[in-house]
């Protein structure tokens, strides 16, 4: 995928003048060794400045990172560590991704002179972030020895990609958002306190645009594509010059319009004008620009489009984005669930949407009309959309929302997608997550979210925990299912 980024973690040690540099400087020399020696040695780059006492220290290693392309900062305590320019280092890294972590000690027989402190460091380094007024990532337990800490950066990486993709990332919409569907209103001073960029259109803008493309020489070899990808589920072969048409001009208006910025995600308008002015539905469209790693959200979801991207971003993988849609039937739970899975019946959900996710995400798929527009459209106006099962295994089921009052909130959840036929149309799955009822009730429809969420495949809640977290998520505004008996402050404790 190439619309996301690649961090590259600048590891910058520092020293307390009381205690030994070169204790600072044996541990950085540890920790990089521990990473390269587990993981990819190309994701860090180990800084030879170490910061003392002097801010001309810290001006020096922030030139050395700046010199050697990192995107991402490490600022590793060995010691007790200068807390006034350890963090002036934070601060004049800017909007960019910084993680604070520290040196546990490594033996009672060393407890001498090789006694580091950073320990006590560490409270002094997050107490100067906060007065600085400073956004850094401290894992869960930041103190470590080499391969302890080499695991904190390894988790710290999804994290940096994501705030790294939103701060060179622009939104581009195609909109109004379709009427009745106030849900997908999309408050856009966060965007920018995000670092967004956003630029937004008409779909008269976009149909001129379609319509410029007919008869482009590319159409031929993108249909024959989409062909390909299809194999049998190839159901409406004449639609797909059309199709073509859409995809180029999606990825010429990108190519035209991205200006600095270095990433992109649309928010795209899909009804109900579209069918009848372009003569199909944009889903399989969508489904294969999401593929490429370019999120494309339905129903111009704006903080849907975001969401997904953040997902690209954590998870280096495909997302999606569904409507949080229909219960499971009962008998269908009986017969297929019950006894076989882990789930009480209020556990599990539909997720649905009418053709929107990637067919390397799907069982098996065809291309097909969509069936709820074709109730009151013609439906030779409404062939384009993907449909096929969600292939089973772990999800993530996520959103991050702007409030009407421009509020963030955000929930996250692991689950999964069962091994359950789901007998219906669109891009289906039957999902599970554990006190689903209860997350649903007291968090979706308490927190007034809308209906779309945002799916990674696998579980990345804990990095897209910290992600929320970071970009400034309140704790009381990120929700997760509370286990049972955990009650929300909402929940009723009499349940008869």
Not at 99 to 128: H, I, K, T, V
Not at 146 to 155: K, W
Not at 322 to 341: C, H, Q, R, T
Not at 418 to 437: N, R, Y
Request: charged content about 20%.
């Amino acid at each position: 995928m190439n619309n996301i980024p690649k961090a590259k973690v600048g590891i910058v040690a520092v020293s307390r003048d009381c205690f030994p540099a070169s204790l600072a400087q044996k541990r950085r020399e540890a920790l990089t060794a521990a990473y390269a020696a587990k993981y990819d040695k190309e994701d860090i780059y180990e800084c030879p400045i170490t910061i003392i006492e002097s801010e001309i220290d810290m001006v020096n290693a922030l030139a050395d990172v700046n010199a050697h392309e990192c995107n991402a900062l490490v600022v590793y305590l060995g010691n007790f560590g200068p807390e006034i320019s350890e963090t002036l280092l934070a601060k004049h890294w800017g909007d960019r991704p910084v993680m604070f972590c520290a040196a546990a000690e490594e033996s009672q027989n060393d407890l001498q002179d090789g006694r580091g402190d950073a320990y006590c460091g560490m409270l002094n380094a997050s107490y100067n972030l906060k007065l600085r007024g400073v956004k850094a990532y401290i894992p869960e337990y930041p103190v470590g020895t080499a391969a302890e800490c080499a695991d904190m950066i390894h988790d710290f990486l999804p994290i940096a990609r994501a705030v790294e993709g939103l701060h060179n990332l622009k939104i581009i919409s195609f909109g109004p958002r379709p009427m009745n569907f106030l849900a997908c209103n999309a408050p856009i001073q966060q965007l920018y306190n995000l670092g967004v960029e956003i630029e937004e259109n008409s779909e008269l803008d976009l149909f001129e645009a379609f319509n410029k493309h007919a008869g482009d020489p590319r159409i031929a070899d993108v249909a024959a594509d989409m062909a390909k990808e299809l194999g049998n589920g190839n159901k409406i072969p004449e639609i797909l010059p059309k199709l073509a048409q859409y995809e180029i001009t999606l990825l010429d208006w990108i190519d035209a319009h991205k200006g600095y910025r270095k990433y992109v995600a649309i928010a795209g308008k899909c009804w109900p004008a579209f069918q009848t002015q372009f003569g199909f539905v944009p889903c399989y469209v969508n489904s294969r620009l999401t593929g490429r790693g370019i999120p494309v959200s339905c129903e111009v979801d704006i903080y849907g489009a975001l969401s997904e991207f953040i997902g690209t971003c954590v998870s280096e993988d495909i997302v999606t984005l569904l409507d949080i849609n229909n219960s499971v039937p009962a008998d269908m739970y009986e017969e297929s669930i019950k006894g076989k899975f882990d789930y009480a019946h209020t556990d599990t959900f539909m997720g649905f949407h009418c053709g929107n996710t990637c067919s390397k995400k799907l069982s098996a798929c065809s291309l097909k009309y969509q069936k709820i527009m074709a109730r009151s459209l013609p439906r030779e106006v409404t062939n384009g959309t993907l449909e096929g099962d969600i292939a089973p295994g772990d999800i993530t089921f996520y959103r991050l929302q702007s409030t009407a009052d421009s509020k963030l909130r955000a929930y996250v959840a692991n689950g999964e997608v069962l091994p359950v036929a789901t007998k219906s149309f669109g891009s289906i799955g039957v999902f599970a997550i554990h006190e689903m009822g209860r997350f649903y009730r007291h968090v979706l429809i308490e927190k007034n979210y809308p209906h779309h969420g945002a799916v990674a495949f696998g579980h990345y809640g804990k990095a897209l925990f910290e992600v929320f977290k970071y970009l400034g998520v309140e704790l009381d505004d990120l929700g997760y299912p509370k286990a049972k008996g955990d009650m929300y402050p909402s929940e009723n404790p009499f349940k008869n």
